[in-house]
């Protein structure tokens, strides 16, 4: 029996997205009465309103009309490619939830139960020890309380349950994980791989590791899944749960338990703090439907809003003890914000492959892990840390705009070069003075005070972008590639959608918010295992690593429980 206390709930989950429905499912299984609060609306597992719609069913051929982009969007799009009609259900509008900018800052999100599961690009991949050593290494902001050794285990764990496709290259600084069969290159990324391998030892050209179930293993895909059917509509929701979702996977677990309670339309303010135990006793929630105002208690809290919601929520949880912000005794929350940087990349056509045929869509491409800086023959000078690379090669003639009917149908049934593009993702450093705060003299609809941001790409980034693109050029070229374009485009933090660091890992609380648990050094029954705890940036999609961080949180607060430590 765990409940031993007079609390609401023996925890709470603040965000119901890929963190928090791990959090929930983790606390539900080990059996506590676990309350998930969801900002945003209630979304059912198979609720996506356009996942089964074809191309002509959507409105201006799923283009959103400027008018609409201009009222609504006026953040979220300035990717200008990313708004759709396919995935607009999803995405926050900028009128309704504000925020503030010293630098350009593309902080893009969605208010629902599953938060960005819904919407995420599935890409996992595991950090290694030259990521988790690099801080230390250099010199640069704290060093990180944990190693690869720590989090392996996790990785296994987590990769299991969730079902990561993928293939094993051996690779240092790109570990190998649990894998469900790849879904395999296609012809010409086939030939991107070996003639970049001939070229240039060391680069690999690997098929995209996905959160999409290539193989289905009921007794370890729990939840709503099944079998991906490569339909390539993953950014609309999948009502067959052939990927990872908090709604497909980890919620369901955790509903099946009888221990969730998950509760939408409930913004979190704050965190309540009680000086007399050194602990938090639970939250302040606004109803965002009704504006009613209540607390409920809890023995312990898991921060899982997201690497700005967690920090906002923090920031605004202050008290005689914390003026400046829950457990924020080294100053430190909010600052470190980080980001991966894109905008940067190459394209071009590669010919020769015009009598070769593969048959249907795939959830991913190609992943080109970093290659810069990983040991003594690969150091750079001019900038610290690496990049990597996602990208797909697609027949020329697949998908080709404005034309219907009969034409259409011979130019797609005509074989032709493959167009090959690769995007270049840019580790961030962890700058002190990146940082966002509230401004508590304006609020939202919410009474919450406004998140302003205030971080910007430095020397480094800028640097290490420019070989991004030359090394992206020269990939192509050997590949055979002609009609090569590259880009380098001027580009924000946020717009990577990885955001991270406002509430770091590490080991003094002098200079860190967490401790090498994810627990808060000032707070012990608070914990961070979303973004905010993130220690330095790394070049891969971090996701998978909030996961394995929040499962290994998760069992350590229930073992110091189980000691009476907590
Ligand atoms: C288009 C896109 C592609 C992406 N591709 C990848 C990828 O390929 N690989 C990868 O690793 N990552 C990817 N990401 C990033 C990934 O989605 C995030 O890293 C991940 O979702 C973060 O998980 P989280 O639990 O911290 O936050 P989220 O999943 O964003 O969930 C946070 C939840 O908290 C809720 N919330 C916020 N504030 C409050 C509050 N005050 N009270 C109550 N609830 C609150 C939100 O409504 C939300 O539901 C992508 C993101 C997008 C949008």
């Known amino acids: ?57 959507l409105p201006h051929e799923d283009r959103v009309p400027q008018e609409e982009i201009t009222k609504h969007y006026y953040k979220q799009d300035r990717l200008s490619w990313w708004v759709r009609q396919a995935n607009k259900p999803w995405i926050n509008k900028d009128n309704e939830y504000p925020y503030q900018e010293v630098e350009r800052f593309d902080w893009i999100r969605g208010h629902h139960t599953g938060g960005r599961s819904l919407m995420w690009g599935r890409q996992c991949y595991r950090w290694s020890d030259i990521d988790f050593e690099a801080n230390k290494k250099e010199g640069i902001a704290v060093d990180w309380p944990i190693r690869y050794a720590d989090i392996e285990p996790w990785y296994d764990y987590v990769e299991t349950f969730v079902g990561v496709s993928g293939q094993k290259e051996e690779l240092k600084q790109l570990p190998d994980g649990v894998f469900l069969k790849p879904f395999p290159l296609n012809c010409a990324e086939q030939h991107l791989r070996e003639t970049v391998a001939a070229k240039f030892p060391g680069r690999v050209v690997t098929p995209g590791r996905v959160a999409n179930l290539s193989e289905y293993k009921p007794e370890v895909h729990k939840g709503k899944r099944s079998q991906c059917l490569s339909r390539d509509r993953c950014i609309r929701g999948c009502p067959f749960g052939a990927y990872f979702s908090s709604q497909s996977a980890t919620l369901p677990v955790a509903q099946e338990t009888g221990n969730l309670t998950l509760r939408p339309n409930s913004i979190v303010q704050e965190i309540i703090y009680d000086a007399a135990t050194g602990k938090a006793t639970g939250v302040r ?72 045929y593969y048959s249907g869509r795939k959830p991913t491409g190609f992943y080109i892990p970093r290659f810069t800086n990983i040991d003594e023959q690969t150091t750079k000078k001019d900038y610290l840390r690496g990049f990597g690379y996602q990208g797909s090669a697609r027949r020329v003639t697949n998908a080709p705009d404005g034309i219907f009917g009969g034409a259409l149908k011979e130019v797609i049934f005509s074989p032709g070069a493959y167009n090959l593009r690769m995007t ?54 050997a590949a055979g590639c002609t009609n090569i374009t590259s880009y380098n485009n001027a580009t924000a933090p946020g717009a990577c959608i990885h955001e991270m660091g406002t509430a770091r890992m590490g080991r003094d609380p002098k200079t860190s918010v967490l401790n090498k648990w994810n627990q808060m050094h000032d707070v012990p029954n608070v914990f961070v295992t979303d973004g905010a705890c993130m220690t330095s940036s790394g070049t891969q999609n971090p996701s998978i690593t909030y996961m394995a961080l929040t499962a290994r949180a998760v069992d350590y607060a229930h073992k110091q429980i189980l000691a009476g430590t907590l």
């Not at 929930?24 to 597992?45: F, S």
């Not at 607390?295 to 700005?308: E, K, M």
């Not at 929520?313 to 829950?326: A, D, K, Q, W, Y």
């Open 424 to 477: 270049c993702f840019g580790e961030m450093l962890p700058y002190h003075e990146n940082r966002m705060y509230l401004d508590f003299d304006k609020t939202d609809a919410h009474g919450m005070p406004l998140i302003t941001f205030d971080a910007k790409l430095r020397e480094n980034e800028h640097k290490l972008r420019e070989d991004g693109v030359k090394c992206a050029v020269e990939m192509l070229e």
């Open 1 to 57: 029996m765990i409940r031993t206390t007079a609390t609401d709930f023996d925890a709470i989950v603040i965000g119901s997205g890929i963190s928090g429905g791990f959090a929930a499912m983790e606390l539900c299984t080990k059996g506590y009465k676990t309350l998930v609060l969801e900002r945003g609306r209630g979304v059912e597992h198979g609720d996506y309103p356009t996942a089964m719609m074809d191309p002509w069913d």
């Open 285 to 356: 929630i606004k109803d965002a439907v009704t504006g009613e105002q209540s607390a409920i208690s809890a023995r312990i809290i898991f921060c899982n809003a997201s690497t700005v919601g967690t920090t906002a929520i923090l920031l605004n949880s202050r008290s005689e003890t914390f003026p400046n912000g829950l457990g924020n005794t080294s100053g430190e929350l909010g600052h470190n914000l980080m980001d991966h940087h894109y905008g940067m990349g190459a394209s071009g056509t590669l010919p020769g492959l015009g009598d070769t």
